[in-house]
């Protein structure tokens, strides 16, 4: 009964304290939110970025890692045979095995007769050799070895069919809509195939996820077996910034190279299908990367995990709620227009405890002259628990009297 008397006499003193904040949480509206780091601004803004080049390829596709956005793409969705461009995917299974702990690189693969016999480009290792993953890794992406691309399918997966299926449930996981492997060498058959687009997806997934084994697609060379073999990748020499990809070539898929490069933070990834030599495909990829690194500009705007906006939480043991974003905000826009991005957060109104970390509760809005260019949400960068009573029904109280205030 005291405790009742006492709450009864405070209880107005605390009301009016916490009005004024709870009358600006609740009214919170689209706000701008500052660009980090702008430029000075550059004259002539209003330049427009010239046309992409002509590719001579089948396909072709130029896009930036970190947003995504494609700068340069023809014919980027046919389906195609994609030669040994399949052992990035190959790779990229292998390397998910590894992640999950069933697999590691010093585990030892036995060659089988099958591997030994499969023909194309090879690593030279001979049936009933013991190979360590990591050495049949670097001769699947340095040496291009279909021997042991087969080796590490039958070492995963105990035979090849079987490692396929494991090859298409990623690429469907990843969104690779137009793709089916048959197998993990790329050697023709009927019904493997996949398309420049489906690739761009792939390889930035690799890049990503596993930038501690990327290393191996820039290495110039690898031995086996005391025999020394070149990766066919010409950019690597030609151009300092390039640091992989994947080579590949039958008669059926012509000369294909994904491709990708680093310049000043900027990473673009560039993949050309069907063209006619081995110097073509080196020649086209460099004229899609010279285009795109020098009519385009990506920049990070905002640190992922890092706290943007303070929101009002209601009923909760805090007063506040962090909300940021899950990952880095990247922007790709034509050079000379970074001055006009614009960019808003939005967040929502009423926010009840409890909260899980990673709850949406919001957006950041990236326009460039009026059009969206990125648009990612916000998200709760802690938990919060729900309140005592005493701050559950304190809340209760400012949120019936701010309703009465919008009457």
Same mark, same amino acid.
Request: net charge positive; proline share 3%; hydrophobic share 40%.
């Given at each position: ?60 596709? &130029? ?8 700068? @340069? ?15 990035? #995917? ?32 090879? #690593? ?10 990591e050495d049949l890794l670097q001769g699947v992406i340095i040496?291009? $070895? ?20 494991? #090859? ?13 492997f048959e197998n993990s060498d790329g050697l023709p058959t ?8 489906? !690739?761009?997806? %792939? ?40 640091? $992989? ?13 994904? @491709?990708?490069? &680093? ?24 004229? &899609? ?11 990070? !705007? ?6 943007? +906006? ?14 940021? %974003? ?38 950041? +809005?990236?326009? &460039? ?28 109280? %400012?949120? #019936? ?7």
């Open positions: 009964m005291i405790l009742a008397k006492k709450f009864t006499r405070i209880y107005p003193v605390l009301c009016i304290s916490l009005l004024s904040f709870s009358i600006q949480a609740l009214s919170e509206d689209t706000k701008p939110l500052p660009i980090a780091s702008p430029p000075a601004v550059v004259e002539d803004a209003k330049v427009m970025t010239p046309s992409s080049p002509t590719i001579a390829a089948t396909s072709h596709i &130029l896009l930036d890692f970190h947003t995504g956005k494609v700068m @340069a793409e023809n014919n980027a969705d046919a389906k195609l045979a994609p030669a040994s461009l399949t052992k990035i #995917m190959t790779t990229y299974v292998v390397f998910k095995e590894i992640e999950s702990g069933r697999l590691h690189l010093d585990d030892v693969a036995t060659v089988s007769e099958k591997a030994w016999k499969t023909s194309g480009s090879k #690593m030279f290792v001979q049936v009933n050799d013991r190979v360590k993953v040496q291009s $070895g279909n021997d042991a691309s087969v080796t590490l399918a039958e070492h995963v997966a105990g035979d090849e069919a079987t490692f396929a299926q494991m #090859m298409n449930q990623n690429a469907e996981r990843l969104g690779m809509i137009n793709t089916h009927e019904n493997h195939y996949t398309t420049a687009r489906d !690739l761009s997806i %792939l390889t930035r997934a690799l890049i990503k996820e596993f930038p501690q084994y990327y290393k191996w697609f820039s290495q110039k060379e690898f031995t086996y077996n005391k025999i020394t073999q070149q990766n066919r990748n010409l950019l690597l020499s030609r151009d300092g910034t390039v640091d $992989g990809v994947k080579t590949g070539h039958t008669e059926e898929a012509g000369y294909c190279l994904v @491709a990708s490069a &680093l310049r000043d933070d900027m990473r673009l990834i560039s993949i050309v299908m069907g063209t006619k030599s081995q110097m073509a495909r080196a020649v086209e990829n460099q004229t &899609l990367l010279n285009y795109g690194f020098r009519f385009f500009e990506s920049h990070r !705007l905002y640190e992922g995990k890092k706290a943007l +906006n303070e929101a009002r939480i209601w009923k909760g043991q805090e007063k506040t709620l962090p909300l940021g %974003l899950a990952e880095d905000l990247y922007v790709t826009v034509p050079r000379r227009h970074y001055q006009d991005l614009k960019a808003a957060v939005n967040v929502d109104k009423k926010i009840l405890a409890p909260v899980k970390a990673g709850d949406k509760f919001g957006s950041v +809005n990236v326009t &460039l002259k009026g059009e969206v260019i990125a648009n990612k949400d916000l998200i709760a960068l802690k938990a919060v628990e729900k309140g005592s009573i005493f701050r559950r029904l304190t809340d209760s109280m %400012l949120q #019936m009297m701010d309703k009465s205030d919008d009457k």
